[in-house]
């Protein structure tokens, strides 16, 4: 069974960074589509990256990195804005990257908040 656990996420303000990490357990790295997703308060989960995809609102600004040594993948996030406050999610896919973004089978984590402030 597949089990991510994510960490990182904190309060910084605009303009700021983070780096949130994500642990994998359970299988190994390469038999997985990894990524990112986030939920705002009121919207719906989002895909925000993937190897080697961005959602166009995140282009130049995130960066999604794998360590499969450490068995963690992490997501870099640069020039926050506060439209970027969400409750982040590590996501893992067995059967492709497209399913991966559409949400499909996919396995979970519970989640690390960002918030962003002025």
């Known amino acids: 069974q597949v089990q991510l656990v994510e960490s990182g996420g904190g309060s910084v303000q605009a303009g700021g960074s983070l780096r949130l990490i994500c642990a994998i357990s359970g299988e190994d790295m390469s038999e997985l589509y990894m990524g990112w997703f986030r939920q705002a308060p009121g919207k719906e989960r989002e895909a925000v990256a993937s190897?080697?995809k961005y959602a166009d609102s995140v282009k130049d600004r995130f960066t999604i990195i794998g360590d499969r040594a450490k068995k963690e993948i992490y997501l870099q996030m640069n020039k926050l804005k506060i439209e970027d406050t969400a409750m982040y999610y590590c996501?893992?896919?067995?059967?492709?990257?497209?399913?991966?973004?559409?949400?499909?089978?996919?396995?979970w984590g519970h989640g690390t908040q960002v918030t962003v402030s002025s």
């Open positions: 190897f080697p």
């Open positions: 996501a893992a896919n067995r059967e492709s990257s497209s399913r991966l973004w559409a949400g499909s089978g996919n396995y």
